[in-house]
């Protein structure tokens, strides 16, 4: 580990290499899992404060069951997670006409509706934060339905970090991933040689 301001920064996102690849995997990480997505309590409060306008990119399903159960729930845990149908999908998706679960969280922001993009946890995915100590730790989830995002970032030469520039920074903030990408490319370096 690495640790970039108050962060400890596993060298896997330097020599990982991922691209998400919904054409391969569907958005597989919407539908598979233990539980729902996990979200902070700021960040569940920012999704339901923003719920009418999200509520237009959300199946009928999912609205049935976020009315009867709630949006949200605490996991095993004792953390938020999103609430799942009964076939396993976030309440928060929807599958598009090329049948790819698409998150209407996501889909509301980007029409310019909501304020909030999606729960932090699935903006920085592969990439999962937890607090340890005063810092907060970064490291690369691996998954078996990531193969194609795996194989795709490999191909095209894009280390993690590379892929998640922008919630990176949306995150942390720009000179921090100014500073990440000067410790990623001198970590690399000394493989070079």
């Given at each position: 580990?690495?640790i970039i301001g108050n962060t400890l920064v596993s060298e896997d996102l330097f020599d990982?290499?991922?691209?998400?690849?919904?054409?391969?995997?569907?958005?597989?990480?919407?539908?598979?899992?233990?539980?729902?997505?996990?979200?902070?309590?700021?960040?569940?409060?920012?999704?339901?404060?923003?719920?009418?306008?999200?509520?237009?990119?959300?199946?009928?399903?999912?609205?049935?069951?976020?009315?009867?159960?709630?949006?949200?729930?605490?996991?095993?845990?004792?953390?938020?997670?999103?609430?799942?149908?009964?076939?396993?999908?976030?309440?928060?998706?929807?599958r598009d006409e090329n049948g790819i679960l698409c998150c209407g969280i996501?889909?509301?922001?980007?029409?310019?509706?909501?304020?909030?993009?999606?729960?932090?946890?699935?903006?920085?995915?592969?990439?999962?934060?937890?607090?340890?100590?005063?810092?907060?730790?970064?490291?690369?989830?691996?998954?078996?339905?990531?193969?194609?995002?795996?194989?795709?970032?490999?191909?095209?030469?894009?280390?993690?970090?590379?892929?998640?520039?922008?919630?990176?920074?949306?995150?942390?903030?720009?000179?921090?991933?100014?500073?990440?990408?000067?410790?990623?490319?001198?970590?690399?370096?000394?493989?070079?040689?």
């Amino acid at each position: 580990m690495i640790i970039i301001g108050n962060t400890l920064v596993s060298e896997d996102l330097f020599d990982q290499e991922f691209i998400c690849n919904l054409s391969a995997c569907k958005g597989s990480c919407c539908i598979e899992g233990d539980s729902g997505a996990p979200v902070k309590l700021e960040e569940k409060e920012a999704i339901e404060k923003e719920m009418q306008k999200i509520v237009p990119y959300l199946s009928e399903a999912s609205l049935q069951d976020i009315e009867k159960r709630s949006g949200f729930e605490i996991d095993e845990d004792g953390e938020w997670v999103t609430t799942c149908l009964p076939t396993g999908e976030c309440n928060f998706v929807r599958r598009d006409e090329n049948g790819i679960l698409c998150c209407g969280i996501e889909k509301s922001f980007l029409a310019g509706e909501s304020k909030i993009r999606k729960p932090s946890s699935c903006y920085l995915y592969p990439i999962r934060v937890i607090k340890v100590g005063d810092y907060e730790a970064l490291n690369y989830h691996r998954w078996d339905i990531c193969k194609a995002a795996c194989a795709l970032g490999k191909q095209e030469k894009v280390a993690v970090y590379q892929f998640l520039k922008e919630p990176l920074i949306d995150r942390f903030g720009a000179a921090w991933y100014a500073e990440l990408t000067e410790v990623a490319q001198a970590f690399l370096d000394q493989f070079k040689k």
